[in-house]
């Protein structure tokens, strides 16, 4: 009897155990995130948003460049790697057994198990060593390897998830193949594909790495994606590692508000898909 | 009936054009990896990753310490995230109550949409001083007699990588191990309880075994993402390119040292051999990868890996 006793304990030891683990990991996303508001939410006003940094050891300023040079970037690079992306996604699924969808399949899998800065390093020798100066374009040709094989493996996950019934009542109906895969496939699981692309983007909008060497970073407004761009990534990292406490104060804000950007895009990608297919 | 429509041929013709991108990608990504790096291959051979200076200005270029760094860094990631993922992914598929999984599995998740360049931000100013002045300082009283928690106490550190590299990877482990034991039958756990295990050793002794390979494949997939991550790392493994036994000593790592020096490399031998590091660190993480998904797809197959499934 006393064996029973024991074991009882110890499933009940193991499962305290257990639960002790879970608040173990939660924990982190609290601390961070509530550090985050605490040391940035003072900072972030309206000039924050539109007026330019100020020089150092001045109070105030904002990162309006930033704010610019990452939609500028993220949306050169969403332009690119989005439609690529999903159509080579469709492809996967329509072709599903063809020699290319294999490979495709295989090597989007190699690399979304590239570290970004890998990414970063191929960017900077197919463009910026080729054209002797760095610039947003390269930036955003990182970030956009980074989204095709991402897409890809989504949309054709999502393209999946449709009845093969429908595709067979539409071809029997009359349509044409590529009728039957954009109006009646990708329709039904429109939601799908552009929750995936909004995690995409999401995840490539924190990126740094890739960027370091390609699009540099500046301290100026520029729209020009020729040029050296600047980045809410980029500016945490240099704000963040420089020594002045003005700068930290501005690191945290500009933490804040990237955070706030993912968090915001990947919580509308994934409430939108709990809805439709998880229900 | 007669043929195919104009339609589908421009269709197949984009969407092959799409698909095409991506194998012509990854081709552009090695051939470039490695033609950046002709000149320090040439020149080093298969040794670089043996030799141990790192001397832009004397142009001598070794990466030992680099992959040292690495490897220690991403053993003390997984050393601390693989017991507690682990622990969440049990305790939700075997024992937590239902309302509470999905979320307990979203929250933790979240910590994976959170930028690499905010874990850096945060590990600066709120975890490496609470590490330098309680935690390392510890450590060494108790832990002392080991050689890993010997000598002078840093703050941004070996150690102080991992901790930040185990909160960047436990929701990747964990998500993948969920799914993986979601995926074991309902009836190794019923086999188990009619034998009268208590509900730890049914989920123990008859569910963990036979999603192992699985979880195997979590953990090396948690291990390439901490390969590869880049500016947590840099921000706090204190960047010195040596090979140190204390855990509270600085390091270096392949990612970091491409991050910080890429940018302002002058001479072609020290770009080729940053490329070449480049190199190495993505031969790396395909291997991990590709050894990953191969465990994780045999379970997804349903071959049990546990003996006979217990």
């Known amino acids: 009897m006393n064996r029973v006793v024991w074991r009882r304990w110890k499933s009940r030891i193991m499962v305290s155990l257990l639960i002790a683990s879970v608040l173990v990991a939660v924990a982190p996303l609290i601390l961070i995130l509530g550090t985050l508001i605490i040391r940035g939410a003072g900072s972030i006003n309206f000039d924050f948003f539109t007026r330019m940094p100020a020089p150092a050891g001045e109070a105030g300023g904002g990162v309006a460049h930033a704010i610019v040079g990452t939609l500028l970037m993220v949306g050169t690079a969403g332009l690119i790697g989005l439609p690529l992306g999903i159509g080579a996604g469709v492809f996967c699924s329509e072709f599903p057994r063809s020699k290319l969808a294999t490979t495709a399949r295989f090597v989007a899998d190699v690399m979304n198990g590239t570290p970004s800065i890998v990414i970063g390093v191929v960017a900077w020798t197919l463009i910026v060593a080729r054209q002797k100066h760095f610039s947003g374009f390269a930036g955003s040709a990182a970030l956009a390897m980074i989204m095709i094989p991402m897409v890809l493996r989504t949309t054709e996950e999502m393209i999946k998830l449709v009845p093969h019934s429908l595709r067979e009542a539409a071809l029997a109906l009359g349509y044409p193949r590529w009728r039957t895969s954009l109006s009646v496939m990708v329709r039904t699981c429109l939601p799908g594909i552009v929750t995936g692309s909004l995690l995409a983007i999401a995840r490539v909008a924190g990126e740094t790495a890739p960027l370091l060497f390609t699009a540099l970073g500046s301290q100026f407004m520029g729209t020009n994606l020729r040029q050296p761009i600047a980045a809410l990534p980029l500016t945490v990292f240099t704000y963040a590692t420089g020594p002045y406490d003005d700068w930290h104060r501005i690191a945290w804000a500009t933490a804040l508000v990237l955070i706030m950007v993912v968090l915001c895009l990947s919580l509308i990608a994934r409430l939108a898909t709990r809805q439709r297919f998880h229900d | ?310």
């Open chain 2, 1 to 310: 009936m007669e043929g195919r429509s104009a339609g589908d041929v421009i269709f197949k013709i984009a969407l092959t054009g799409a698909a095409l991108s991506v194998p012509t990608l990854l081709g552009f990504l090695v051939f470039e990896l490695w033609a950046g790096s002709r000149l320090a291959i040439a020149k080093y051979g298969l040794g670089f990753v043996t030799g141990t200076t790192w001397d832009p200005v004397a142009e001598d270029f070794g990466a030992l310490p680099l992959i040292f760094g690495t490897l220690v860094s991403a053993s003390i990631a997984l050393a601390i995230a693989v017991p507690l993922s682990l622990g969440v992914a049990i305790y939700l598929t075997e024992f937590s109550p239902k309302w509470l999984r999905q979320p307990v599995a979203f929250l933790i998740e979240l910590l994976a949409a959170i930028p690499s360049v905010v874990y850096g931000l945060w590990g600066i100013f709120v975890l490496v001083p609470v590490l330098k002045s309680t935690v390392f300082p510890f450590l060494r009283d108790t832990l002392g007699f080991l050689p890993f928690f010997q000598g002078p106490i840093y703050g941004n550190s070996m150690l102080a990588a991992g901790i930040i590299l185990a909160i960047m990877v436990m929701p990747y482990i964990m998500s993948v191990s969920r799914e993986v034991l979601n995926a074991v039958p309902a009836s190794q756990r019923e086999a188990a309880m009619g034998l009268g295990a208590t509900r730890w050793e049914a989920a123990w002794t008859a569910v963990v075994p036979y999603a192992r390979s699985g979880i195997i494949g979590a953990v090396i997939l948690g291990l390439g993402r901490a390969l590869g991550e880049t500016m947590a790392v840099t921000m706090l493994i204190g960047n010195r390119n040596e090979i140190a036994a204390s855990l509270f000593a600085p390091g270096y790592t392949m990612a970091a040292v491409i991050a910080n020096e890429f940018s302002e490399a002058t001479t072609d031998m020290h770009f080729a051999a940053l490329t070449y590091v480049a190199l190495v660190l993505f031969a790396v993480t395909v291997l991990v990868n590709a050894m990953a998904r191969l465990l994780i797809w045999r379970v997804g197959r349903g071959k049990p890996s546990g003996g006979q499934g217990a």
